[in-house]
């Protein structure tokens, strides 16, 4: 718990492409928030520089060693995007930064929320964030020229903390309902785990109804206009996270939109969960890049950390900050404004509040 | 070749639940249309029965061996929704029907077109439909009580010849665009495989405008109305197109609209994506299902035998009765008419044509 530290001490990881210039823009709304506490020692920003494809793909590592040591100082993290490797590409077959960085804090549980308040939608996915097909990650086998095997490994341990994560949230939500999305009619051994354990663990919660389907038809059932706003809290197998949280995010305005929190026992981390632009890079405009959803991931950490009341005037800004970015045309792709423009204004915002 | 056969032999299973209903009633519309095929001799059919989870189940095997049998003697398949047993229902753990039989038939190209003409939307899915992560079926390794391990299998041939298959679709129809779905990102090796050999296939087809896109991305970009129409013919891993063609039946109207064409070198299979609906024969309701679907599978089934002016006629008197179902409620669920009523009004409108 944070309220038991000393000092709280928050990590920032500027990660590649865009993502230095955005996550700059993300301390500054976090260090305007958080003045008096940075002031009083309460909380430190310690930044993390190095988490670059070039630096990874230089020490054939996901997260250099050293970087995962200054990692492991911090409490909470805030990360911007990384680039993951290609296959075919000019980079050695590493892991993604992000999905190593969720291994080696065990950050299990990958927490999207996603709201279209017209259409009452109001869903949480709780993504597994560690096995899966994520497992073994690059370590798959290819046997011979004609043959390619990839490994899916689920846990008891893996699988029940996040049901169990699930489940906790939806009474203690009262929102009160859980779906279990696996493809246990096909992927029989590890998704039929993951439901036995589900059934198991419901036993544990008699006021939260819950229901399971599969990934297939729930992403048919997320288009469903009439019906989907009954779905509450999912809980998923990393693959299936992956994909089913992308599809909904895009019904709230695209994953440019949306924060995720990697949420483990002793660390989290919170990230946007678009990609690193390098192209805006490459064409001098990385100042103009949005920073709105990395904000946004940073106002997931301030409410985590237990500043709830900052966490909610951050997100009114950002609501108001939102519609003007979208009716001004501030937005990066227009060069309308610059990344720290669009902070400056938002800080302005949170201030006249 | 069709052409080239003495009698083509049309295999009809009924399958599980509402599925001997509904199949009869499409067997009911080809006798129809292929009447004097019949009585000349070009077209036989051949009910196949048995291939239901009772008698699977007794037999312990996903196809018991005489009906493999018999269906290894028809050139064409019509077949209903066949019940896959669940992790911890009261069957053992057998694979699907449908799954074992598109491995066993070597149906490696899982077709299925999705069109919505108000927007645009003309899409063909080009599902592989023999290995990934359905390759071994049933045969994961329960480690222990605590590990759980599936695989996910890809060969040169089998990603190659799906692969192959979209691009010649692409270029024989004009639509000159393939889009290759991977998560190739995360599933290194057998993912990776399939978009090297995509990247090279593309040479071939110097007419064809190609590119690649993850999964979890492309479940987004199909939400997305303002620029989904550019997506045409689309190739993917078996998991990936279950998936995904789900999600874009919805646009659609539902699963319930879509058939599904299962094409090997040697055999076809038609069948209807939809489930098998066991508790509308428990409530006595099974001659109230829908037969539309199934019927739109026979349709296609006609159009690959050659039968092209009959499948078009069919698909108009469908569409006609599709929009006459919906305000009459015809359906199934409402109990407003039979399958069999509804077939008769099919025929009626196919004799009126
Ligand atoms: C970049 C990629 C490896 C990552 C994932 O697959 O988890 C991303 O899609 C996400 O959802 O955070
Ligand atoms: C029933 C199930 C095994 C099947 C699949 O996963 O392929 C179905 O979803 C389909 O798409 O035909």
Redesign the interface.
């Known amino acids: 718990d944070y309220d038991n530290l000393d000092k709280i001490i928050i990590g920032v990881v500027g990660g590649d492409g865009i993502g230095p210039f955005i996550t700059k823009q993300a301390q500054r709304v976090l260090e305007f928030l958080l003045k008096e506490d940075v002031k009083k020692g309460r909380v430190e920003f310690k930044v993390i520089d190095g988490l670059t494809i070039e630096n990874r793909a230089k020490c054939k590592q996901a997260i250099p060693d050293d970087i995962l040591e200054e990692l492991k100082k911090c409490h909470v993290i805030l990360k911007g995007p990384t680039t ?5 590409d000019q980079w050695p ?1 590493i892991e ?1 930064a992000n ?1 190593a960085m969720r291994k080696e804090l065990d950050l299990f549980a990958n927490v999207r929320p996603v709201k279209v308040p017209e259409e009452n939608i109001d869903w949480i996915f709780f993504r597994e964030n560690t096995e899966g ?2 497992a073994l ?2 370590d ?3 046997v011979n ?13 893996g699988s029940y903390r996040i049901i169990k994560a699930a489940f906790d949230y939806a009474k203690k939500s009262g929102m009160n309902k859980v779906t279990v999305v696996t ?11 993951f ?2 354990i589900a ?1 198991d663990i419901s036993k544990d919660y008699p006021e939260v109804e819950w229901d399971d389907w599969y ?3 729930m ?2 059932k ?3 206009e009439k019906r989907r706003s009954q779905f509450k809290v999912m809980v998923l197998p990393n ?1 299936y996270g ?6 909904a ?3 709230q305005g ?2 440019g939109t949306a924060g995720s929190a990697n949420l483990g026992k002793k660390y989290a981390m919170f990230e946007a969960i678009h990609g690193s632009a390098p192209r805006m890079v490459k064409e001098g405009r990385a100042k103009y890049a949005d920073p709105s959803s990395i904000i946004r991931a940073a106002g997931m950490l301030l409410d985590h950390i237990g500043y709830t009341d900052k966490a909610h005037r951050l997100q009114m800004a950002l609501d108001i900050c939102g519609d003007y970015e979208k009716k001004l045309v501030l937005t990066g792709r227009d060069n309308g404004a610059t990344g720290a423009e669009f902070a400056d204004y938002l800080m302005e915002t949170i201030r006249d509040d």
Chains 1, 2 share one sequence.
């Open positions: 993951t490797p290609r296959a075919g077959n993604s999905v097909a994520y990650g690059s798959g086998i290819r020229d004609d043959l390619a095997v990839d490994f899916t490994v689920a846990t008891y341990e493809k246990a009619n096909v992927v029989k051994t590890t998704d039929g785990l439901l036995d059934k990934i297939d038809i992403t048919a997320l288009v469903d693959l992956d994909i089913l949280t992308d599809e995010a895009e019904f695209g994953v």
